[in-house]
C-alpha cells in the first residue's frame, strides 16, 4: 500500500541516517578489517625481523613436523632460518630456489636446540604468538572507542555551552527563554499611548476566533521602537502575561555565529518550537544585530551569515499562516538601519513607539517602583519627577533603588526625601567626592564659574529653571555643576531657547573672566556643547543666513544620539559656517559678560553663599537676583514672574469674590 503522507522524510527511513553511532562502529571495524587482511601473517615473524636472511624466493609450501623431525633437519643443514615462539617453532628450508616453511610444536623446555643452532650456524629469532583478534581489539578497537568517547563528551559540553554544540549547532532550544511572564500592563506606566496600541494583540491571542470569522488578518509582527531603557521589554512580557501565552524570548545576537547557516537554523528551530506552543509570542530583543539592510554592505563585504539568518527570518514570517496565533514582537533602539523587507505589511505590520515618559509618565513609574520602598510620609514624588526631566523608566527605577541603598548605609528606618534627591544628582551628576581636596584657588574659581551659570541661566527668558549650584566635585572630572530642570515638558524648543541655553553654558567662561580675571580650563565641555547647539542651528533647523532653509547635515541614530553625520555641502558653504558659528558665539559672549557685569554684586552674593555651605539651592539663587533687581529697578526674567504670580492671584480672589457674590444673589 502507498504511503501518502506527504511530509513523511523518505531520509527518515535510511538506516545510515537513523542510527549514526552504529554507522560510525560499524565502518570502523570494516576497515580494521581490511587492513588487517592485506597486511599478510608474514609481516613481523620472518621479513620485519630479518627481511634479508632467506633471499626474495617465494614459499612454496608449508609443513607441519615433529620437533624431533626438525631438530634433525637442523643438524642435516637443511634449515636456513629459525623463528622461536612461546609454543611453536617456525622453520624455513631452501631447496632448489624454492622456500618450504615447517612448523613445530615445542616440547617442554629443551636447553639444546639455541647450542645446536649456534653449532650449525643457522639464524634464529624470536617472535610473539599473539592472535590477530587481539591485536585488533587492543591496538586498533579500544583507541579509537577511548577516542569517540572523548570527543561525545565535549562534544555534549559544548552543546550546552552554544546552544548545539558540534552535534547539534542549528539548535535554538538553549538560547530561547520560554517562560510564561507574571508582568501585566499595571507593571507598566509611563507609556500609555504604547500599551494602548499593543492591547489588541492580547485580544488577538485571547480569542483569535472574533477575528478570523470575520475574516479579518492577526498582525504577524509589532516593532517596539524607542531609547534604550524605555521599557520595551517589560512592554512585551506585558502583552504575554495579560494573555497568559508562552513567551519566548531570545537576543538578535544570539542567531549569528562563526558557521554559515546556523542562524538560519535557529531561526527555523525558534518559530517551529512557537507553532507547537501556539497560541504564544515570539520575542527579539536588538533585532537589528540581523536585521540590518541589506543594501548598505554593497556588493561585496557583506556578512552571509547575517543575510541568510535575516533572509530565513522573513520567510517565516510569510511562512505561518495568517490564522496561526503567533505573534512576532520585536525590540530596536536604531529603526533606521532595519532593512526595507522587514517593515512592509504583512511582516512587522505595526511599528510602536516607546518613548522617554513626560512628568506625569515619570509620576506613575516613580509609584509603580516604590510599591515595595518604605517611604517617609515627607517623599514628594512630584518633584522627584521634575528634577528628572528626560529620564527613562530604566534611569527613575536605578534612582529609587539607589535612594533606599543611601537610605540603607545610613541605617534609616525609611527612605526620606533627602535621600531620593541625593540619588538624582548621583544619575545626573555622577558620585559625590567630598575626600577630593580643591585648593582655595581652584575652589574660588569653580565658585564664580558655576554662579556664572546660575545668573545666566536665571536672568535669560527661555533658559531652564536652577535647582541646585554646588562646588563639591561630582563625577570623573566635575568640580561643581549647576542642575538645571525645564519648568515643563518640551517636545520642541524655539531659537529663543536654544541662544538662552548657549548663553547659560558661555556663563561659566564669562564670569571666570570678569571675576577672576584669568580664563581656565574648566570651560571646555561648556565651550563644545555650545558649538555644537549653533552647528545644529545652521546646519539642521535652518536658524541662520548660511545655508537658510537648507539641511546641511542628516541626524542619524534617532534614538541613541552620536549619529555619523553626512558632509553635504561645499568648502565655501563650511567656511561661511565656521565663520557664522564663531561670529555668533563671540556675540553672544559679549552679551553675557555685559550681562555679569550688570549683576555683580548678585555674582558676589551667590559666590559668598557657596563658600559658606558649598551647595545652595536654585530658591536661595532666585531669592539673591530678585532682592538685586528690586533694588536696582531692574525689571527681567525673576521680577516679571513675580508680577505676573501676583496678578494671577489677585485674578483668582476676583473670581472666587464674583462667583461668592452670584451664589448670594441666588
Known amino acids: 500500500m502507498a504511503d501518502n503522507n506527504p511530509k513523511k522524510d523518505p531520509n527518515d527511513q535510511n538506516f545510515f541516517n537513523r542510527n549514526p553511532l552504529l554507522t560510525f562502529a560499524i565502518f570502523s571495524l570494516l576497515i580494521i578489517v581490511l587492513f588487517k587482511s592485506f597486511i599478510g601473517t608474514q609481516e613481523g615473524q620472518f621479513g620485519a625481523q630479518n627481511p634479508n636472511a632467506m633471499g626474495t624466493a617465494p614459499v612454496t609450501q608449508t609443513k607441519t613436523i615433529p620437533y624431533s623431525d626438525l631438530k634433525k633437519m637442523i643438524k642435516e643443514g637443511k634449515i636456513k632460518f629459525v623463528s622461536i615462539g612461546q609454543t611453536?617453532?617456525?622453520?624455513?628450508?631452501?631447496?632448489?630456489?624454492?622456500?618450504?616453511?615447517?612448523?613445530?610444536?615445542?616440547?617442554?623446555?629443551?636447553?639444546?636446540?639455541?647450542?645446536?643452532?649456534?653449532?650449525?650456524?643457522?639464524?634464529?629469532?624470536?617472535?610473539?604468538?599473539?592472535?590477530?583478534?587481539?591485536?585488533?581489539?587492543?591496538?586498533?578497537?579500544?583507541?579509537?572507542?577511548?577516542?569517540?568517547?572523548?570527543?561525545?563528551?565535549?562534544?555534549?559540553?559544548?552543546?550546552?555551552?552554544?546552544?548545539?554544540?558540534?552535534?547539534?549547532?542549528?539548535?535554538?532550544?538553549?538560547?530561547?527563554?520560554?517562560?510564561?511572564?507574571?508582568?501585566?500592563?499595571?507593571?507598566?506606566?509611563?507609556?500609555?499611548?504604547?500599551?494602548?496600541?499593543?492591547?489588541?494583540?492580547?485580544?488577538?491571542?485571547?480569542?483569535?476566533?472574533?477575528?478570523?470569522?470575520?475574516?479579518?488578518?492577526?498582525?504577524?509582527?509589532?516593532?517596539?521602537?524607542?531609547?534604550?531603557?524605555?521599557?520595551?521589554?517589560?512592554?512585551?512580557?506585558?502583552?504575554a502575561g495579560e494573555a497568559n501565552v508562552p513567551f519566548f524570548s531570545v537576543s538578535g545576537s544570539s542567531f549569528i555565529e562563526m558557521f554559515v547557516g546556523v542562524g538560519a537554523a535557529r531561526v527555523r528551530d525558534l518559530f517551529e518550537q512557537a507553532k507547537k506552543e501556539a497560541p504564544a509570542i515570539i520575542f527579539i530583543d536588538e533585532i537589528d544585530a540581523i536585521g540590518k539592510s541589506r543594501a548598505a554592505a554593497g556588493q561585496i563585504g557583506g556578512n552571509d551569515e547575517r543575510e541568510q539568518t535575516l533572509n530565513q527570518l522573513l520567510a517565516e514570517m510569510d511562512g505561518f499562516s495568517s490564522d496561526t496565533p503567533i505573534i512576532v514582537l520585536a525590540a530596536t533602539n536604531r529603526p533606521e538601519v532595519l532593512d526595507p523587507a522587514l517593515l512592509r505589511p504583512g511582516r512587522f505590520d505595526r511599528q510602536v513607539l516607546v518613548d522617554k515618559p513626560d512628568f506625569e509618565g515619570r509620576v506613575k513609574i516613580l509609584k509603580v517602583h516604590v510599591k515595595h520602598i518604605k517611604m517617609a510620609p515627607n517623599v514628594d514624588l512630584e518633584e522627584i519627577a521634575r528634577l528628572t526631566a528626560g529620564l527613562a523608566g530604566a534611569d527613575l527605577a536605578n534612582i529609587v533603588n539607589e535612594a533606599a541603598l543611601l537610605a540603607g548605609r545610613k541605617n534609616k528606618d525609611q527612605v526620606e526625601q533627602e535621600d531620593f534627591l541625593e540619588a538624582v544628582e548621583r544619575a545626573i551628576a555622577g558620585l559625590e567626592k567630598k575626600s577630593r581636596r580643591i585648593a582655595p584657588k581652584e575652589k574660588r574659581i569653580v565658585a564664580y564659574h558655576e554662579s556664572g551659570h546660575a545668573l545666566i541661566a536665571e536672568t535669560t527668558p527661555g533658559a531652564k529653571k536652577v535647582s541646585k549650584v554646588s562646588i563639591i566635585p561630582r563625577g570623573l572630572a566635575a568640580l561643581g555643576y549647576t542642575l538645571n530642570t525645564p519648568e515643563e515638558n518640551k517636545y520642541l524648543m524655539q531659537k529663543h531657547e536654544l541662544v538662552a541655553e548657549i548663553d547659560t553654558l558661555l556663563g561659566g567662561r564669562a564670569a571666570e573672566e570678569v571675576f577672576i580675571k584669568e580664563i581656565s580650563t574648566g570651560a571646555s565641555n561648556d565651550l563644545e556643547r555650545a558649538t555644537d547647539i549653533v552647528k545644529a542651528m545652521v546646519g539642521l533647523y535652518g536658524m541662520s543666513d548660511v545655508a537658510g532653509l537648507m539641511v546641511l547635515e542628516k541626524q542619524t541614530n534617532m534614538f541613541l544620539g552620536g549619529g555619523m553625520s553626512q558632509k553635504d555641502y561645499s568648502e565655501k558653504t563650511a567656511e561661511e559656517m565656521d565663520a557664522f558659528i564663531r561670529n555668533f558665539l563671540g556675540e553672544r559672549y559679549k552679551h553675557v559678560v555685559t550681562r555679569l557685569k550688570e549683576y555683580s554684586e548678585a555674582i558676589e552674593e551667590i559666590v559668598e553663599e557657596l563658600f559658606k555651605a558649598e551647595t545652595i539651592e536654585g530658591k536661595k539663587v532666585r531669592e539673591i537676583i530678585r532682592n538685586f533687581e528690586k533694588k536696582h529697578g531692574i525689571k527681567t526674567k525673576l521680577v516679571e514672574e513675580e508680577e505676573g504670580d501676583l496678578k494671577s492671584e489677585e485674578k483668582k480672589s476676583e473670581e472666587a469674590e464674583n462667583s461668592g457674590s452670584e451664589t448670594e444673589k441666588e
Open 88 to 239: 611453536t617453532i617456525k622453520a624455513m628450508a631452501s631447496e632448489g630456489g624454492y622456500k618450504t616453511l615447517y612448523i613445530a610444536k615445542k616440547v617442554g623446555e629443551d636447553s639444546t636446540l639455541i647450542p645446536l643452532l649456534d653449532q650449525m650456524g643457522v639464524e634464529y629469532s624470536g617472535y610473539s604468538e599473539n592472535n590477530w583478534l587481539g591485536e585488533v581489539l587492543f591496538g586498533w578497537v579500544l583507541p579509537i572507542l577511548i577516542f569517540f568517547g572523548i570527543w561525545m563528551f565535549l562534544a555534549s559540553r559544548m552543546q550546552k555551552n552554544m546552544g548545539g554544540g558540534i552535534l547539534g549547532m542549528g539548535s535554538a532550544k538553549k538560547l530561547v527563554n520560554s517562560e510564561k511572564p507574571n508582568v501585566k500592563f499595571d507593571d507598566v506606566a509611563g507609556v500609555e499611548e504604547a500599551k494602548e496600541e499593543v492591547k489588541e494583540i492580547v485580544e488577538f491571542l485571547k480569542y483569535p476566533e472574533r477575528y478570523i470569522r470575520l475574516g479579518a488578518k492577526i498582525p504577524k509582527g509589532v516593532l517596539l521602537v524607542g531609547p534604550p531603557g524605555t521599557g520595551k521589554t517589560l512592554l512585551a512580557k506585558a502583552v
